[in-house]
């Protein structure tokens, strides 16, 4: 197994910049200077893509910029679309987004919203047609399933070359994103479907996503709110969960423990994250057990119709005879967990363990400490450095318990309330959802109010109707409505409600015309008919402007 590592977004570059450190770091200036290769333990590779240029180039100094041929390198998706092209221009009078926008909306819609257009509408797929460079097309391969969309077809373009898809080695990719701001939230979803519309439908991909934490803390860097960034968290969260054939598999980590654990110290908490990964992604395989990526990736999700949730455990302890049942009994403890869940609620157990230990042992010890079936648990092993290490992912640790939501310590009480402050963030805040809020949004340099989203008529349109339903309520259907249920599925607690999460939502929908600007749609057309019938009263009008007719006649 080997992995390219992408992070996404702020707090999805730093984590992959502890990924991502030289092995040679001892001889760095050396290997610069000879041009000797980069080389990551576990021989990894990876890239980080950033919506935010400013950060990109002059606040951090680890990653180069791929333009000029660096590596480590950080990518700018948007920068494939020219400032002021058509593209740039058409989307914007047509919809009022702003592709070229840095970041500062920090929500997963924004990103879902662009990439559905380009999706969509034929007539934005033929300017792009029009203006996409020669390197572009060629790149796209004619594939009939996918339209060409500058910004993600370049993103993968950026990161195919490290896989076995293009030049490259990884046999499978590794997303991480924290779930709260919006760009790593706004960019998974639409990266792994552009992925999975290439037709590349069973090249492993895994996301980690660190959930956000509540309270005020990342209230300053981010300028937004607990309640904002749990929207953004849980609809990129809706989004990878009820994607059929999405990723193999959505690892989550609290970052509430982790900032618990390490005082607010987001550096430490991403140095831990990197240790707790590493039985899964380090090099060192036991001779003869070398598992590709494509059979985690199977594990992982087989016989699922949709991504499974998987809750990491973690523990590390000193070398020691008979190790197997003192690490497994420290990753189940609170202190092992990263994410609330009730371990014998899993339907199934991947482990991965670094040093002396007896993957037969391992099988029996977590079958008999959490009843998980002994053939539902996969244990793989690595030779170790120094602690014995035991990673434990657990997949879908919850439901079946009807008092579980009630429980500080359980999935199903963080993600009713995730659910339920976006849930009333909505309702409080409707106008935030179309950018008209008033709240403040500050560009990050010099303190000026960014640049206003206007949208336009039809795209406010299609964003109701996302969030709250044909007729408006939320109360029948669109995600406020799919999130009342999830969150009723997850304090019903029944065993046959999983997963909680359904219905795949789209902003604008496929083969559906886009309402033309100015235009209003009245709830009142059904079908070809009602078609018909307003075609023949514009020809009408039209006669009697034209003096041909005296009234109108309508049948
Ligand atoms: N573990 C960890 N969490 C972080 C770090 N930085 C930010 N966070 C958390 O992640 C959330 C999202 O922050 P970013 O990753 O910076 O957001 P983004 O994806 O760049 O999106 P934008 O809103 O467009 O900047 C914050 O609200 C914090 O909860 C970090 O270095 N480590
Ligand atoms: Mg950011």
């Known amino acids: 197994m080997r992995l390219c590592i992408v992070g996404i977004g702020g707090a999805g570059g730093k984590i992959?910049?502890?990924?991502?450190?030289?092995?040679?770091?001892?001889?760095?200036?050396?290997?610069?200077?000879?041009?000797?290769?980069?080389?990551?333990?576990?021989?990894?590779q990876g890239i980080w893509l950033e919506a935010d240029k400013n950060d990109a180039k002059n606040i951090?100094?680890?990653?180069?910029?791929?333009?000029?041929?660096?590596?480590?390198?950080?990518?700018?998706?948007?920068?494939a679309v020219a400032d002021g092209c058509a593209v740039h221009v058409a989307v914007k009078e047509k919809y009022g987004y702003d592709v070229k926008k840095q970041g500062f909306v920090r929500d997963a819609q924004y990103l879902k919203a662009v990439f559905e257009i380009f999706d969509t509408d034929k007539e934005i797929q033929a300017l792009v047609a029009q203006t996409?460079?020669?390197?572009?097309?060629?790149?796209?391969?004619?594939?009939?399933?996918?339209?060409?969309?500058?910004?993600?077809?370049?993103?993968?373009n950026a990161i195919r070359d490290f896989t076995t898809l293009g030049k490259g080695e990884c046999d499978g990719i590794l997303f991480v994103v924290s779930f709260g701001g919006g760009t790593g939230t706004g960019f998974i979803n639409p990266i792994i479907n552009h992925i999975r519309n290439e037709g590349k439908a069973d090249y492993p991909v895994f996301a980690l996503g660190i959930l956000t934490e509540p309270g005020d803390y990342a209230d300053k860097a981010q300028f937004s709110k607990s309640a904002r960034r749990?929207?953004?968290?849980?609809?990129?969260?809706?989004?990878?969960?009820?994607?059929?054939?999405?990723?193999?598999?959505?690892?989550?980590?609290?970052?509430?423990?982790?900032?618990?654990?390490?005082?607010?110290?987001?550096?430490?908490?991403?140095?831990?994250?990197?240790?707790?990964?590493?039985?899964?992604?380090?090099?060192?395989?036991?001779?003869?057990?070398?598992?590709?990526?494509?059979?985690?990736?199977q594990h992982s999700s087989g016989?699922?119709?949709?991504?499974?949730?998987?809750?990491?455990?973690?523990?590390?302890?000193?070398?020691?005879?008979?190790?197997?049942?003192?690490?497994?009994?420290?990753?189940?403890?609170?202190?092992?967990?990263?994410f609330g869940c009730s371990p014998e609620k899993a339907d199934f157990a991947m482990v991965f363990c670094r040093g002396f230990i007896d993957s037969e042992k391992i099988r029996e010890i977590l079958s008999r400490e959490t009843g998980i079936a002994p053939e539902s648990i996969w244990p793989s092993r690595?030779?170790?450095?120094?602690?014995?290490?035991?990673?434990?992912?657990?997949?879908n640790p919850y439901g079946g318990d009807p008092k579980a939501y009630q429980k500080v310590g359980t999935l199903e009480n963080r993600f009713c309330m995730v659910i339920s402050q976006a849930l009333q963030y909505m309702s409080q805040q409707p106008e935030d959802l179309f950018y008209e809020g008033k709240q403040e949004e500050k560009g990050k340099k010099d303190g000026k109010p960014a640049e206003q989203v206007k949208l336009t008529?039809?795209?406010?349109?299609?964003?109701?109707?996302?969030?709250?339903?044909?007729?408006?309520?939320?109360?029948?259907?669109?995600?406020?409505?799919?999130?009342?249920?999830?969150?009723?599925?997850?304090?019903?607690?029944?065993?046959?409600?999983?997963?909680?999460?359904?219905?795949?939502?789209?902003?604008?929908?496929?083969?559906?015309?886009?309402?033309k600007e100015g235009t209003k749609s009245t709830g009142l057309i059904n079908g070809d008919e009602d078609i018909a019938r307003i075609v023949d009263q514009r020809i009408n009008e039209k006669l009697v402007e034209l003096g041909l007719i005296e009234e109108i006649m309508m049948g």
């Open 16 to 44: 992959t910049q502890e990924f991502l450190g030289n092995e040679d770091l001892d001889f760095q200036l050396l290997s610069h200077i000879t041009g000797a290769e980069y080389l990551s333990p576990g021989k990894m």
């Open 60 to 79: 951090q100094h680890f990653f180069g910029d791929m333009e000029e041929g660096c590596y480590p390198c950080f990518y700018i998706p948007h920068d």
């Open 132 to 156: 996409m460079n020669k390197e572009m097309v060629e790149s796209m391969g004619g594939n009939a399933n996918q339209a060409p969309n500058p910004i993600f077809d370049s993103a993968w």
């Open 230 to 297: 749990n929207l953004a968290a849980i609809s990129a969260i809706y989004d990878l969960l009820t994607k059929g054939g999405g990723a193999n598999g959505v690892i989550i980590v609290d970052n509430e423990i982790l900032l618990e654990r390490y005082g607010n110290d987001y550096v430490a908490a991403n140095q831990f994250i990197h240790k707790m990964m590493q039985p899964l992604v380090a090099a060192r395989d036991y001779p003869g057990e070398i598992p590709p990526s494509q059979a985690v990736a």
């Open 303 to 338: 016989g699922l119709s949709r991504p499974p949730i998987f809750v990491p455990l973690f523990a590390s302890l000193p070398r020691s005879a008979d190790p197997e049942e003192a690490l497994i009994k420290k990753a189940l403890s609170e202190e092992g967990k990263l």
């Open 382 to 395: 690595k030779m170790g450095e120094g602690n014995n290490e035991i990673l434990i992912l657990l997949r």
């Open 457 to 515: 008529e039809a795209s406010k349109e299609a964003l109701k109707m996302f969030f709250f339903g044909p007729d408006g309520s939320g109360q029948k259907s669109g995600f406020v409505f799919e999130l009342t249920e999830a969150r009723k599925r997850l304090r019903d607690g029944r065993k046959e409600d999983k997963p909680f999460f359904i219905h795949p939502l789209r902003i604008f929908q496929k083969d559906a015309p886009v309402p």
